[in-house]
């Protein structure tokens, strides 16, 4: 099992940047793979970015948002940049076990085991 914790949101004006962390703790992280999605208010929670085990293969929802991991420090992180109101969620970072699989990656919610509490980000126009 693993435990995550999301922290790095706040307040930002429009065409600004922020990155999110993900700290995970308990079973050993490289385990996992990774996604950030987010939920503004009033809708869906949405997927943004997936990474695979390996950090080698990502996917996005979002051209502006860049994944990554660092396995060592067990920690996720999400890069975003040219930020725009329409971004305004909680972001949230979950985890799948894949086993052997070092490659793939998931984007679809059901597909996580793992939920972090999550982090607002929130941007002014």
């Known amino acids: 099992q693993v435990q995550l914790v999301e922290s790095g949101g706040g307040l930002v004006q429009a065409g600004g940047s922020l990155r999110l962390s993900c700290a995970a703790s308990?079973?050993?992280?490289?385990?996992?793979?990774m996604g950030w999605f987010r939920q503004a208010p009033g809708k869906e929670r949405e997927f943004v970015a997936a990474?695979?085990?390996?950090?080698r293969r990502t996917y996005y929802a979002d051209s502006r948002f860049t994944i990554s991991r660092d396995n060592a420090k067990n920690t996720l992180y999400l890069q975003m940049n040219s930020l725009k109101p329409e971004d305004t969620a909680v972001y949230y970072c979950?985890?799948?076990?894949?086993?052997?699989?070092?490659?793939?990656?998931?984007?679809?919610?059901?597909?996580?085991?793992?939920w972090g509490q999550g982090t607002q980000v929130t941007v002014s126009s």
């Open positions: 979950a985890a799948v076990d894949l086993g052997w699989n070092l490659s793939d990656v998931r984007t679809k919610q059901r597909e996580y085991d793992y």
């Open positions: 308990g079973r050993t992280f490289s385990t996992y793979a």
């Open positions: 990474i695979s085990r390996s950090g």
